[in-house]
């Protein structure tokens, strides 16, 4: 079974994510909803600058999702590698609400470690 490597499953709410996601720092989070004992995750994604502020833009926006769980990451390339693994972990966009695969920043070369796109 596929493993996250993150902090949580938490409520996903304002109050929580500011509880707990404290730094501001580059970062990974998967959202979704817990059934009897697991965390089903139904998005993964990732934060260049400040993992707390683009989580709290998930917020409602995905009724499913009501919980989620986070990473730091060190810099926003080793964030973009942890989510394209990630992504990839849990069958893309046929196991993920994920529309796509996850793109790299512009103006760089990163490419996925997985699947080296």
Not at 24 to 35: C, Q, R
Not at 89 to 113: A, M, R, V, Y
Request: with cysteine; proline share 5%.
């Amino acid at each position: 079974m596929a493993s996250l490597k993150m902090k949580g499953p938490y409520v996903l709410s304002p109050d929580k994510i500011n509880e707990v996601v404290t730094q501001k720092s580059a970062g990974n989070f998967a959202l979704g909803y817990i059934s009897e004992t697991d965390f089903i995750v139904l998005y993964v994604g990732r934060s260049d600058v400040d993992l707390n502020e683009d989580l709290q833009m998930w917020v409602n926006r995905k009724s499913d999702c009501l919980f989620f769980k986070y990473a730091y990451a060190a810099c926003p390339q080793a964030a973009f590698e942890k989510e394209c693994k990630n992504f990839h972990d849990f069958d893309g966009s046929i196991g993920l609400s994920n529309d796509k695969h996850p793109e790299p920043n512009k103006n760089t070369d990163w490419k996925c470690p997985i699947c080296k796109k």
